[in-house]
């Protein structure tokens, strides 16, 4: 992972350990669905990062793969968590699409420096309620390879990934840090928050 900006996805194990308390359910999702789902976001994104399209090019790209193939809503308001119970309902319309311009961006610029890795499905196996955990492994030219492990739900009624953990570093728990961390900074105020995110 030496390719990646490990700053960005540092936590502590105990806000990884608050994950788990996400609420899902994934009764019918089956180890083919996940697998399948894994299988089109890795080759989307390997399509995205050799395509030679330009940064802002590349971002619209990814913004499209956060929206298809990820449960926004349920990352969305986990990361914020209980804030979003005080936000009015204007302020909730309006932080779901600002989160996810701001993750599909954040993240993307990570997937850029993959240009040229190969993305392999190792295994899919049941992680309970947070779903299907589909684990694969990034090798790249430049570094060792390394684990990238998805999180699969159907809770939004069809099969989406929840998470993203990176050698062993979870994108909810880090996410929810983060926003938790702009929020204070900005004394509690959504509205100032949701400009923050949709200008990054």
Known sequence: MRSINKRE???TSAAAAGVAMLPVSAAALTERQSVDLIQRVTADIQRI????KSEGQMMADFEGLFRNYGDVTTIARYCLGAPWRAATSGQQRTYIPAFQHYLSRKYGRQFRSFAGAQ???V?????GNLGMLVETVVSTSNSSPFAMEWNVSDRSGKPKFINLIIEGISL???ERAEIGAMLESYRGNMDQLNARLAST
């Open 9 to 11: 996805f540092l936590i």
């Open 172 to 174: 909810l728990a880090t």
């Open 119 to 121: 993305i392999q499905i």
């Open 123 to 127: 295994r899919a196996r049941d992680a």
């Open 49 to 52: 990062i050799n395509s030679g």
